[in-house]
């Protein structure tokens, strides 16, 4: 392609201007050769700048940068722009053909509930016969192929060169997870979105955004975005959900359980085999389970609504569909069952606990083992282990991811939230399989064991090596 095509919409100066032919984009050095356009970023480690000579000295010819490196050639063209990293968006998706606007793509955001909403979706558009792609935490599909994910939300090239792919395979909708990092990092600039959903906003990556404030306006930018056409579907009963709508451009809706709202959920019923609901005066049975999603069925079916789907059908669609892997998923064996959940923030915690407490008969003991992730936000620690204390009758606390933190010093800041007398009836196992083996040991028969953290996750990430570790495995094993 031409250099010239793929700096459209770019603010720029261009240095050595000449016509250049370029045939990839990077941001990696190492993969820098001759037709393929070096892009420097600066990341949260590391600055691309530095490495610019590098890539240079590997062929590339055309230089993308925020800051003209001292040392310059004349066989390079170098383009010196405000933000590298907006323009990598953008420039990528100009190098694929723009594919977001070819076909509808709808993003979720939102601190817990994106990945089953977006997987939920993209079930339900395939029953009702529609090829579509899926970007999600879990994976990322074409129809049903499956492409492993790496981030919540891939980098600007891989993103917009998944989406051309979908195009080419004639995928008529996307359904993707928009994380704040990759809103505040510029990896959805360039794209072109029919919709957004907001899901809630609670406790989390406080770690990378330092401020609630901080996090609450990273998931704005990706309202701010919203082109006009488009619609954008809130939670208002979050008390930030219609802060994220305010200037939008977008068509506006509403979704709630509590309040007045464009599409209003009543839950009528609730079991462990799933939950009777009425969404705008229409009953509907549902094979997923809580409270919370009851929140994720409204948004899914409000944004099949708004994306042409007839009410009668996607209320029939949303009664076929099952929860996504690692959300709020069964494993039964001695008259034990035993949930797993993604849940790892406390709010996401508190709301799997309180659907199990809600629902349980009297009697059942609960046994919740649960852990927090190392490298990351230390301050939801206390919270967490307070309400697994709080809302269950055994609390083993345990090792989730530690990566490189020593796993003890996880468990002592999350025995901080204890007080004396809870830190003695609290189990502290810091090996997860020993602990998911103790609470199935201890359990009796009719009692529920809950496992939170991992939820779909295969790995356990222990200095920087992913050791095989599946919490479905681990209680398959153990009930039987």
Request: hydrophobic share 40%; glycine share 10%; with cysteine.
């Amino acid at each position: 392609m031409k250099l010239n095509d793929i700096l459209k919409g770019i603010d720029c100066k261009v240095t050595n201007v000449a016509e250049r032919e370029v045939t990839g984009i990077t941001f990696d050095s190492r993969q820098a050769k001759e037709g393929v356009m070096f892009v420097a970023q600066r990341g949260v480690h590391v600055d691309g700048h530095a490495y610019i000579g590098a890539a240079v000295a590997q062929g590339a010819k055309v230089v993308v940068c925020e800051e003209l490196p001292a040392e310059m050639t004349g066989e390079v063209t170098y383009i010196e722009t405000a933000d590298s990293s907006k323009a990598l968006g953008i420039m990528a998706s100009n190098f694929y053909g723009n594919p977001s606007g070819k076909l509808k793509l709808i993003g979720i955001t939102g601190t817990n509930g994106k990945t089953t909403t977006v997987t939920l979706l993209h079930r339900m558009f395939r029953l009702a016969g529609f090829h579509v792609g899926l970007l999600s935490t879990i994976v990322n599909k074409i129809d049903e192929e499956a492409i492993a994910a790496t981030h919540t939300t891939p980098d600007a090239v891989e993103l917009n060169g998944l989406l051309a792919k979908m195009v080419e395979r004639g995928c008529e909708y996307c359904f993707m997870e928009v994380s704040s990092h990759s809103v505040v990092q510029q990896r959805i600039a360039g794209l072109t979105f029919a919709g957004g959903i907001f899901s809630n906003i609670t406790h989390d990556h406080l770690d990378f955004h330092k401020t609630m404030a901080a996090y609450i306006a990273a998931k704005k930018g990706f309202f701010d975005q919203l082109p006009q056409g488009s619609w954008a579907l809130t939670n208002c009963d979050d008390k930030n959900g219609m802060v994220m709508v305010q200037n939008c451009k977008a068509v506006v809706k509403t979704y709630s359980l509590m309040k007045i709202a464009d599409f209003k959920c009543r839950i009528l019923e609730s079991t462990f085999q799933g939950q009777l609901l009425e969404i705008n005066g229409k009953e509907v049975w549902t094979r997923l389970v809580g409270r919370f999603n009851g929140y994720n069925l409204t948004a899914i079916y409000g944004a099949a609504v708004l994306s042409g789907i007839e009410e009668g059908e996607a209320l029939r669609l949303l009664s076929m569909l099952e929860a996504a892997e690692g959300r709020f998923e069964y494993v039964e064996g001695r008259g034990i069952t035993a949930i797993v959940d993604y849940a790892h923030t406390p709010d996401a915690l508190e709301n799997v606990l309180g659907t199990v407490n809600a629902i349980r008969r009297e009697g059942q003991r609960l046994l919740t083992v649960v852990g927090c992730g190392g490298d990351r936000d230390k301050s939801k620690r206390p919270e967490m282990a307070q309400i697994g204390m709080k809302m269950s009758d055994v609390l083993i606390l345990t090792s989730d991811n530690p990566r490189t933190e020593d796993p003890e010093t996880i468990l002592d800041d999350m025995e901080a939230g204890l007080d004396e007398e809870q830190k003695r009836r609290a189990l502290r196992i810091s090996d997860r399989r020993e602990a998911i083996k103790t609470a199935c040991r201890m359990a009796k028969e009719g009692d529920i064991v809950m496992v939170a953290g991992k939820g779909h996750e295969k790995y356990q990430d222990v200095n920087g090596v992913k050791h095989h570790f599946d919490d479905k495995e681990e209680l398959a094993k153990e009930l039987v």
